[in-house]
C-alpha cells in the first residue's frame, strides 16, 4: 500500500490523531520529520504556502490550520513560543503539495494524495451507478483480480484446472457458510454451465471482490507456497469476511436477492443499445 513514510518509519497515518469529536487532525512538528525537514523554518515556509493556497481556493485557513503554538520554559523563568499548527487532512495535501520538489520524500506524497484522491473521486462515481452498472463495475473488476487471485494461486503450487476448482471451493465455503460453488449454483439454481458471480447483486459481489483480493495479499504477504497452505488461507479470509458481514448485521451472501438478468445479459443489452445509437441514418 503507497504510504508517506520518513527515513526513520514514521508514516503519514501512524501520526494521525483524533479529537473528542471524533475529527482526524495531525500536528505539524509530528508532520514535519516524516517530510524530513530539519528546521522547523523551512518547513514553515511551506505551511504558509499552504495557507495562501487554502485561501486561494475559498476555504477558511483557521479551519485547517489551526495554530496551537505554545510558550515553554527556557530557564530562569524566561520562555520561549514554539509555533505549532492542528492540520486538517486537506491541510496536510496543501502542505504536501507546497512542499520541496527536490524531495524524494514529497515526490512520494504527492502520489499519495494524487491516488487517495482519485480512489474518492472513483467512490463518489460509484455511488451514483444505479444497480445494474455498479454490477457491471464490481464484476470487471472481480475478473481482474481474479487473474491476480490465480497467478498467487500458481506460485504456491496449484496447477491443474481441478486443483484450482477446488482452491476456488475453499474461499466459498469459508465466505457461505460451508457451501461450494456447486452449492451456491443450486441454491440459485443457475445451469453448472453459468458463473455464479455473473449472477451476483453488488453487495454479494462486494464480499467476493474483498475475499479475493484479500487472499491474494494474504498470500503474498505470507510467501505461500503450497497448495494445502493455499486453500488454508483462502478459507480463513472468506472466513473473517463473513464473520464481518455477521459482526456488522449484514445478510449473510447465500441469503441475498439474485438478480433477475446475469451480467453477461446486461452487457449484450448494452452492445445492443450502442449499435442502434452509432447505426448511420439511411
Keep these: 500500500m503507497l504510504q508517506i513514510k520518513s527515513s526513520d518509519n514514521k508514516s503519514f497515518e501512524q501520526i494521525k490523531h483524533i479529537d473528542e469529536n471524533?475529527?482526524?487532525?495531525?500536528?505539524?512538528?509530528?508532520l514535519q520529520p516524516v517530510l524530513e525537514y530539519a528546521k522547523w523554518e523551512r518547513f514553515q515556509d511551506a505551511l504558509f504556502r499552504a495557507m495562501e493556497a487554502c485561501e486561494r481556493s475559498r476555504h477558511e485557513i483557521r479551519?485547517?490550520?489551526?495554530?496551537?503554538?505554545?510558550l515553554i520554559e527556557i530557564g530562569k523563568?524566561?520562555?520561549?513560543?514554539?509555533?505549532?499548527?492542528?492540520?486538517?487532512?486537506?491541510?496536510?495535501?496543501?502542505?504536501?503539495?507546497?512542499?520541496?520538489?527536490?524531495k524524494e520524500i514529497i515526490a512520494l506524497g504527492q502520489t499519495y494524495f494524487a491516488v487517495k484522491t482519485r480512489q474518492q473521486e472513483y467512490q463518489e462515481l460509484f455511488n451514483e451507478l444505479n444497480e445494474e452498472d455498479k454490477r457491471?463495475?464490481?464484476r470487471s473488476d472481480i475478473k481482474h483480480k481474479n487473474m491476480l487471485l490465480a497467478e498467487a494461486?500458481?506460485?504456491?503450487?496449484?496447477?491443474?484446472?481441478?486443483?484450482?476448482?477446488?482452491?476456488?471451493?475453499?474461499?466459498?465455503?469459508?465466505?457461505?457458510?460451508?457451501?461450494?460453488?456447486?452449492?451456491?449454483?443450486k441454491r440459485k439454481n443457475i445451469d453448472n454451465k453459468e458463473e455464479i458471480l455473473d449472477y451476483m447483486g453488488s453487495e454479494e459481489l462486494g464480499a467476493n471482490l474483498f475475499r479475493i483480493t484479500q487472499t491474494e495479499a494474504a498470500m503474498k504477504r505470507n510467501k505461500?507456497?503450497?497448495?494445502?497452505?493455499?486453500?488454508?488461507?483462502?478459507?480463513m479470509v472468506g472466513k473473517e469476511v463473513r464473520g464481518a458481514i455477521e459482526r456488522i448485521g449484514g445478510t449473510m451472501p447465500e441469503n441475498l436477492p439474485m438478480p433477475d438478468k446475469s451480467t453477461k445479459q446486461i452487457e449484450k443489452e448494452r452492445v445492443k443499445q450502442v449499435k442502434r445509437i452509432t447505426k448511420p441514418k439511411k
Aim: aromatic share 16%; hydrophobic share 35%.
Design 22 to 30: 471524533g475529527v482526524e487532525y495531525w500536528l505539524a512538528r509530528e
Design 153 to 185: 494461486a500458481k506460485r504456491a503450487g496449484i496447477e491443474t484446472n481441478f486443483e484450482y476448482a477446488e482452491f476456488q471451493d475453499f474461499g466459498y465455503m469459508g465466505l457461505y457458510g460451508g457451501l461450494k460453488a456447486r452449492d451456491i449454483a
Design 136 to 138: 457491471l463495475f464490481l
Design 224 to 235: 505461500t507456497s503450497t497448495p494445502t497452505a493455499a486453500n488454508k488461507t483462502h478459507y
Design 77 to 102: 523563568g524566561a520562555k520561549r513560543r514554539v509555533g505549532d499548527y492542528k492540520l486538517s487532512r486537506y491541510a496536510c495535501y496543501l502542505t504536501v503539495m507546497n512542499g520541496d520538489p527536490r
Design 63 to 70: 479551519h485547517h490550520f489551526t495554530d496551537v503554538g505554545k
